[in-house]
């Protein structure tokens, strides 16, 4: 296949072991600065150009989007992928992942165990935020940090609030996050591709150190993961939007706690520590990826007038609990379930004998309007409109 590697740091580690790797296994590989890209629209087709010239066709790419550079790193991004190359990383799941409060709030709501979290802006709701996530000390991190930096431990609560009270006057968000006593100075970093994880490492903080980040001196050493903590990292990357990601874990009392999602992960570490071959791991998924590439279904399946995908939820008091979905009626509604989600649990493709349950939610593409009518109304109290006060307006 012919790869681009999109990196600025063409000597950086992680970008020569990728391209080492391509160039070891027979593929036809560039490192491109993402910089250096430009956008064309102006023709019939989206189109990209670089230094100056039209880009040659290319197979896959594989991003590796600095944060300083994230807006037009995934406009480049989102362009390729216009132009149907490939990539395992998607504009959408490096701009999820690089929002930490974005991604929290994506991985919420799929069960995925994490630190209690809470992000306020006023002041005066700065001490029950502390409080809602148990009370110092606690965590409190900067949206865009990275590599351990804008990562602060507050003992207490005081000190809690004059730290966020700083920060929110300089115009910076916030984070506030309950501690994790038990894994003080540890967490799992699992290096996932595709649907596994292919290397796991713990990171341990040198000292007094909370941050056992490798960039903060922290040590490494290769683990083999409990299912558990393979199955929250490769269901964090793929709600992400991932194919290629660092998960970081902490090893809470009740499991994984996943604290981030890294669309760009450093291989060095992980390499080192594991002593596995990660970058061809990679490099062999693209390759597998290219000759039968994942699409964006959402995009692919909405441009037909009338039809998009939704999602629906089985109702306990629905009339489908208990039936097939052959017995439901969907399909004689034109709508057909691409993915069953049950608990923690997916089931892709589901068979038509397979029985449904409440609260089960279906991920379904169809008739928009049909599908809105299985949607239940929401009751809403009508409001009486008062009548016009004797004075309706007041001085000032």
Do not use: W
């Not at 590599?147 to 609030?161: C, F, M, T």
């Not at 490769?234 to 709600?239: E, K, L, M, P, Y």
Request: hydrophobic share 40%; charged share 25%.
């Amino acid at each position: 296949m012919k790869l681009a590697i999109l990196s600025r740091a063409p000597r950086a580690y992680s970008t020569q072991r990728l391209r080492t790797a391509a160039l070891d296994r027979g593929h036809d590989v560039k490192v491109l600065n993402t910089l250096r890209f430009a956008i064309d629209l102006s023709g019939p087709e989206p189109d990209l150009q670089f230094r100056g010239r039209t880009l040659s066709d290319y197979d896959a790419i594989l991003p590796r989007i600095g944060n300083s550079i994230t807006y037009f790193g995934t406009a480049v991004v989102r362009q390729f992928e216009q132009m149907d190359v490939y990539t395992p990383n998607t504009a959408n799941g490096i701009s999820n992942s690089r929002d930490k409060l974005r991604a929290t709030q994506i991985l919420s709501r799929h069960q995925i165990g994490m630190p209690a979290t809470t992000f306020v802006r006023n002041r005066a709701d700065v001490p029950a935020a502390i409080e809602r996530v148990g009370g110092a000390p606690v965590v409190i991190k900067l949206l865009e940090g990275t590599q351990g930096i804008g990562v602060i431990l507050a003992p207490d609560n005081k000190v809690a609030e004059a730290i966020i009270e700083t920060l929110q006057s300089t115009s910076q968000n916030v984070l506030i996050q309950s501690f994790v006593k038990e894994s003080k100075g540890r967490d799992i970093r699992a290096l996932v591709v595709g649907d596994r994880v292919v290397a796991a490492m713990r990171r341990t903080a040198q000292g007094d150190e909370f941050r056992s980040n490798v960039h903060r001196g922290g040590s490494v050493e290769g683990v083999t993961l409990d299912p558990a903590f393979e199955q929250a990292a490769v269901r964090s990357a793929q709600i992400m939007g991932l194919r290629v990601a660092g998960v970081d874990m902490l090893e809470g009392a009740d499991g994984p706690q996943v604290m981030e999602v890294n669309s760009s992960p450093g291989l060095e570490g992980i390499e080192a520590a594991t002593k596995l071959d990660v970058a061809g791991a990679i490099i062999d998924y693209i390759g597998n990826q290219v000759a039968f590439p994942e699409i964006d279904v959402r995009q692919r399946l909405t441009v037909s007038t009338g039809y998009g995908v939704a999602e629906l939820v089985v109702h306990g008091s629905a009339d489908l609990v208990g039936k097939t979905i052959a017995e439901s009626g969907l399909e004689e509604r034109d709508i057909t379930v691409l993915t069953l989600h049950r608990g923690t649990s997916v089931i892709p493709n589901p068979r038509r004998r397979t029985a449904l349950e409440a609260q089960d939610r279906l991920l379904c593409f169809g008739k928009l309007e049909e599908m809105r009518s299985m949607i239940p109304e929401r009751r809403r109290r009508r409001a009486k409109v008062r009548k016009l006060p004797k004075e309706p307006i007041h001085e000032a």
